[in-house]
């Protein structure tokens, strides 16, 4: 029998959906910073050493201690006073490159280079003085997620009736926890899984898809599984579009597979799909399975920390966000939220002490050499007005005031244009956490979230699977009682 034009399209695109998903295969990094990944290495190596070794892997982007330059000059004054280079910007710019115990030097590397970063680092272990080197964010596949989502599915193929559809249909969600373990996406196929099963009742019955339309549980698992795989990202969401597409695309090739007519007895379901009850007394508790699923999920979440498990070594306190967004806020508001009314505490200066070291790098030409104010961050909205002065009509002498500078929005956003993503300078590495936050040291092996998986967005994709399922398995339950 020669297949039809349909049957061919739904074959291509099931196959191209699955060439999508192998291809953009993720394995979540649990970094300290976005983008860019922290090598520690002892003191005692030479620096030049480590770099040469990054070299001879193709690593050449890498934003080190000898790297940093003075990022803005004054043309007015490129030569000025400090009165303590102890606490100056550019000196406890320094603390980005040791950790907190000075034992070791820091260096950041693109994530994109991690593999071949690994190489450099076996080589380093080799040398003398150099054991402890090491890599953050060195991670290790989170099989927790795939193989929730596996017993799931293999759950309810024993319990389903329709075998071949379960198997059929929940192939592609399966292949999409293998190929994306998140959280919340895990939490999102096991609800299209379920959907699936639930669809499965109807199986080769008439009317099948006026009895899907008009099931409200049908629809809440499979809707709710959308948002909640948009949750991780919206790339992650994408890909399980094409996950819902590859599997209908599976169902209509196995509904059209076999010939129309046969010789044989083929029997055939007497009632249509719309007098068939959709969960039965006994099969009722089967709407728990994604609420038991997502909380052995949230539970292995709670325990053993953010996914992936970090394999780096603890007790080491590295340079690293206070927090993460997605979101760009580099504005007067988020300046004057993450700014500190003492500079000598910091530590580890943030950009909010970049902007205002730039804003006085540009005002100190016009500012008095008697201001003591040297260590409070500059206000937003400060403006600096530089007098003048004209004779009017009536011949008086009337002074002016021209504003030069004004930290407004459009000085921030000129600054943080002049920080340029592709330089090897600490200042790229925050701007490429997307907002002013602050920087802390915290602990190697500490529970991290980083970026779009943050810990609120996980737990949140996991407590709603776990509510629908529970409120489906209640009302059910209520209404077989």
Not at 179 to 206: D, E, M, N, V
Not at 315 to 341: C, H, K, M, W
Not at 395 to 406: A, K, L, N, R
Request: hydrophobic share 50%; net charge neutral.
């Amino acid at each position: 029998m020669k297949p039809s034009v349909s049957i061919v399209f739904a074959s291509l695109l099931a196959f191209i959906s699955a060439i999508i998903l192998v291809v953009c295969i993720r394995l979540p990094v649990s970094s300290l910073w976005k983008g860019y990944n922290i090598l520690y290495v002892p003191v005692e190596l030479e620096e030049q050493v480590v770099l040469q070794a990054l070299e001879s892997v193709g690593i050449e982007e890498v934003v080190s201690l000898s790297k940093q330059q003075q990022p803005v000059y004054s043309t007015f004054a490129p030569v000025q006073s400090i009165v303590s280079t102890q606490h100056s910007y550019l000196r406890q710019r320094e603390n980005y490159f040791f950790d907190r115990s000075r034992q070791m030097q820091l260096f950041y590397v693109p994530t994109v280079a991690m593999d071949r970063a690994q190489v450099a680092v076996d080589f380093l272990q080799s040398l003398p003085g150099g054991l402890n080197t090491g890599l953050e964010g060195k991670t290790t596949y989170p099989w927790i997620v795939p193989l929730v989502v596996f017993l799931v599915f293999l759950t309810l193929v024993v319990l389903s009736q329709a075998k071949s559809f379960m198997l059929t249909a929940g192939f592609f969600p399966l292949l999409f926890s293998v190929c994306i373990p998140s959280y919340s996406g895990a939490s999102g196929a096991i609800l299209l899984l379920y959907c699936f099963f639930l669809c499965s009742t109807f199986w080769k019955r008439k009317e099948i898809l006026k009895a899907i339309k008009k099931s409200a549980l049908i629809l809440l698992f499979g809707f709710a599984s959308i948002p909640i795989a948009f949750i991780g990202s919206w790339k992650e969401g994408l890909l399980f579009l094409v996950t819902i597409v590859a599997s209908l695309a599976l169902c209509y090739i196995l509904v059209n597979f076999a010939p129309k007519k046969s010789k044989g007895f083929m029997p055939v379901p007497i009632r249509s799909a719309r007098l068939v009850s959709l969960v039965s007394s006994v099969a009722s508790f089967t709407l728990f399975i994604p609420a038991v699923a997502a909380t052995i999920l949230s539970v292995s979440l709670l325990f053993f920390g953010y996914f992936p498990s970090d394999t780096s070594i603890n007790g080491l306190f590295l340079p690293a966000p206070a927090r993460y967004t997605d979101t760009v806020s580099f504005d007067t508001i988020s300046f004057e939220d993450n700014g500190q009314q003492v500079y000598l505490e910091e530590e580890l200066p943030s950009l909010v002490h970049y902007v205002d070291w730039v804003w006085d790098t540009l005002t100190y030409s016009y500012r008095s050499l008697h201001e003591l104010q040297v260590f409070e961050l500059v206000s937003a909205g400060e403006t600096l007005l530089l007098p003048s002065y004209r004779v009017n009509h009536e011949g008086i002498i009337q002074e002016e005031y021209t504003p030069v500078y004004s930290l407004n929005d459009a000085f921030i956003s000129s600054v943080m244009e002049g920080i340029q993503d592709g330089a090897f300078q600490i200042e790229a590495v925050l701007k490429k956490q997307n907002c002013f936050t602050s920087v802390v040291y915290r602990r190697m092996g500490d529970f991290l979230a980083g970026g779009s998986q943050g810990q609120v967005f996980i737990f949140l994709s996991l407590l709603t699977t776990i509510v629908i399922s529970l409120i489906a398995g209640i009302f059910i339950w209520r209404i077989q009682k």
